[in-house]
């Protein structure tokens, strides 16, 4: 597609319970990232992909929290248990590679846990 | 460690007026710097980034931006703001050149456009 696509927009669910958060990247880009945007706040880094390859994950709060890219494209956030806290946008980006490419940013989903 | 600092949260100017957003880094060397866009509900869009050369660089929707090394900023600015341009706009910087380049956002400044 044109420009980062991710799945659902918004995403309600209870405190407990396990969600999955989807991002489709622009097509050919090798680096992929995730960022956790609380309200009134910058985006937060949470992880980083080369291909599929799982790269840099400090920024992932609790072992709740779980990421993967098997075929090197699409990504999935996936976070179980899911506390109030968990509650903010999170935002897909990805890029040609190096750091000096700029990041494209998908519109988010937005998470509220009840 | 690295960080980013927007001094203001929230600004208020008139339409046709000039527009000056503050941001300082913390970092050894030169950094990569960006800034971006952000209307409601939607992502960032990128504004504009300073890698290296000249340090006035042009970026989209009229705005440029000018990296002072000496004072560690990189101000962004517009001559002639218009109502479209009420926004949240941050500041990042790249560090980890070599891991695709993760980026660090300072914490936004809302801009507000009176008619």
């Known amino acids: 597609g044109a420009g980062v696509s991710q799945s659902p927009r918004y995403k309600v669910a209870k405190r407990g319970q396990d969600v999955a958060l989807r991002c489709d990247p622009i097509s050919g880009h090798v680096s992929l990232f995730w960022y956790q945007q609380a309200l009134g706040q910058g985006p937060e880094f949470l992880t980083y992909?080369?291909?599929?390859?799982?790269?840099?994950k400090s920024g992932l709060p609790s072992d709740r929290f779980f990421a993967e890219r098997p075929e090197g494209s699409v990504s999935t956030l996936k976070i179980q248990r899911t506390q109030q806290e968990d509650s903010a946008v999170y935002l897909c980006?990805?890029?040609?590679?190096?750091?000096?490419?700029?990041?494209?940013f998908g519109d988010g989903t937005r998470l509220s846990i009840l | 460690a690295q960080s980013v600092t927007q001094p203001d949260i929230h600004i208020t100017v008139s339409e046709g007026a000039s527009l000056e957003l503050r941001c300082n880094y913390s970092y050894g060397a030169t950094p990569y710097l960006f800034w971006y866009v952000q209307s409601p509900g939607q992502g960032l869009q990128l504004l504009l980034k300073y890698f290296s050369g000249d340090t006035l660089v042009q970026g989209i929707k009229g705005f440029e931006a000018e990296f002072k090394r000496s004072q560690s900023s990189f101000n962004l600015r517009k001559p002639s703001v218009h109502w479209s341009d009420a926004a949240e706009y941050f500041c990042?910087?790249?560090?980890?050149?070599?891991?695709?380049?993760?980026?660090?956002f300072g914490q936004g400044t809302e801009l507000s456009v009176k008619p």
């Open positions: 980006a990805s890029s040609r590679g190096q750091g000096n490419q700029p990041q494209h």
């Open positions: 990042a910087v790249v560090t980890t050149y070599n891991q695709g380049g993760k980026l660090i």
């Open positions: 992909f080369q291909n599929e390859a799982q790269l840099d």
